[in-house]
Protein backbone atom coordinates (compact mmCIF):
# COMPACT_ATOMS: atom_id res chain seq x y z
CA UNK A 1 0.00 0.00 0.00
CA UNK A 2 1.07 3.41 -0.56
CA UNK A 3 0.17 7.34 0.35
CA UNK A 4 1.66 10.09 -1.00
CA UNK A 5 1.79 13.17 1.34
CA UNK A 6 1.62 16.92 0.50
CA UNK A 7 4.02 19.05 2.31
CA UNK A 8 3.93 22.67 2.76
CA UNK A 9 7.33 24.36 3.26
CA UNK A 10 8.91 27.43 3.74
CA UNK A 11 8.38 29.95 1.11
CA UNK A 12 5.18 28.97 -0.18
CA UNK A 13 7.36 25.66 -1.76
CA UNK A 14 5.53 21.97 -1.68
CA UNK A 15 6.73 18.73 -1.57
CA UNK A 16 5.60 15.27 -1.89
CA UNK A 17 6.99 12.51 0.35
CA UNK A 18 5.63 9.02 -1.01
CA UNK A 19 5.64 5.63 1.39
CA UNK A 20 5.54 2.87 0.00
CA UNK A 21 4.51 -0.30 2.93
CA UNK A 22 3.70 -3.97 1.30
CA UNK A 23 3.80 -6.58 3.71
CA UNK A 24 7.09 -8.12 4.49
CA UNK A 25 9.23 -6.01 3.40
CA UNK A 26 10.86 -2.61 4.62
CA UNK A 27 8.82 0.96 4.44
CA UNK A 28 10.07 2.92 1.68
CA UNK A 29 10.15 6.27 1.49
CA UNK A 30 11.03 8.73 -0.77
CA UNK A 31 10.59 12.82 -1.20
CA UNK A 32 10.14 14.93 -4.47
CA UNK A 33 9.22 17.99 -6.05
CA UNK A 34 6.35 17.19 -8.19
CA UNK A 35 3.25 14.99 -7.57
CA UNK A 36 4.17 13.06 -10.96
CA UNK A 37 7.66 12.08 -10.18
CA UNK A 38 6.10 10.61 -6.14
CA UNK A 39 2.95 8.94 -8.47
CA UNK A 40 5.68 6.95 -10.88
CA UNK A 41 8.06 6.03 -8.42
CA UNK A 42 5.19 4.84 -6.10
CA UNK A 43 4.46 2.36 -8.86
CA UNK A 44 7.62 1.52 -9.69
CA UNK A 45 9.02 0.86 -6.46
CA UNK A 46 5.89 -0.87 -5.56
CA UNK A 47 6.31 -3.35 -8.32
CA UNK A 48 9.70 -4.06 -8.24
CA UNK A 49 8.99 -5.04 -4.42
CA UNK A 50 6.27 -7.97 -5.86
CA UNK A 51 8.69 -8.72 -8.46
CA UNK A 52 11.66 -9.36 -6.06
CA UNK A 53 13.74 -7.07 -8.05
CA UNK A 54 14.18 -4.24 -5.56
CA UNK A 55 17.37 -3.78 -3.47
CA UNK A 56 18.54 -0.74 -1.82
CA UNK A 57 21.70 0.01 -3.91
CA UNK A 58 23.60 2.30 -1.63
CA UNK A 59 23.44 -0.40 1.02
CA UNK A 60 24.06 -3.39 -1.17
CA UNK A 61 27.18 -1.65 -2.67
CA UNK A 62 28.72 -1.36 0.16
CA UNK A 63 30.03 -5.11 0.98
CA UNK A 64 31.49 -7.01 -1.90
CA UNK A 65 31.37 -10.93 -2.04
CA UNK A 66 34.61 -11.62 0.02
CA UNK A 67 33.02 -9.97 2.53
CA UNK A 68 29.92 -12.18 2.31
CA UNK A 69 32.99 -15.05 1.89
CA UNK A 70 34.29 -14.31 4.94
CA UNK A 71 31.58 -14.26 7.07
CA UNK A 72 30.36 -17.06 6.28
CA UNK A 73 33.50 -18.82 6.93
CA UNK A 74 33.44 -17.36 10.42
CA UNK A 75 29.89 -17.99 11.37
CA UNK A 76 29.16 -21.22 9.55
CA UNK A 77 31.99 -23.15 8.67
CA UNK A 78 33.51 -22.76 12.54
CA UNK A 79 32.45 -26.03 13.49
CA UNK A 80 34.94 -28.64 12.60
CA UNK A 81 33.01 -31.03 10.26
CA UNK A 82 34.41 -33.52 7.12
CA UNK A 83 32.78 -31.15 4.44
CA UNK A 84 34.18 -28.45 5.64
CA UNK A 85 37.61 -28.36 4.05
CA UNK A 86 35.68 -28.91 0.57
CA UNK A 87 33.71 -25.82 1.55
CA UNK A 88 36.58 -24.13 2.63
CA UNK A 89 38.40 -24.63 -1.00
CA UNK A 90 35.29 -24.12 -2.74
CA UNK A 91 35.10 -20.43 -0.54
CA UNK A 92 38.40 -19.54 -1.44
CA UNK A 93 37.91 -20.16 -5.27
CA UNK A 94 35.33 -17.92 -5.37
CA UNK A 95 36.88 -15.66 -3.54
CA UNK A 96 40.05 -15.10 -5.66
CA UNK A 97 37.60 -14.94 -8.66
CA UNK A 98 34.80 -12.42 -7.97
CA UNK A 99 35.51 -11.30 -4.42
CA UNK A 100 36.19 -8.51 -5.30
CA UNK A 101 33.31 -7.19 -6.68
CA UNK A 102 30.20 -5.46 -4.95
CA UNK A 103 27.73 -8.18 -3.60
CA UNK A 104 25.13 -5.84 -5.58
CA UNK A 105 26.97 -6.19 -8.72
CA UNK A 106 26.81 -10.19 -8.32
CA UNK A 107 23.39 -10.18 -7.41
CA UNK A 108 22.21 -7.90 -10.31
CA UNK A 109 24.54 -10.22 -13.11
CA UNK A 110 22.07 -13.14 -12.95
Not at 4 to 30: C, M, N, T
Not at 49 to 71: C, H, M, N, P, V
Request: glycine share 4%.
Amino acid sequence: MATIEKRDLKEGAVSYRARVRIKGHPQQIATFGRLTDAKRWVQQTEAAIREGRYFKTSQARKFTLSDAIERYSTEVLLQDKPNNKNQKNYLDYWNQALGAYAFFDCISAQ
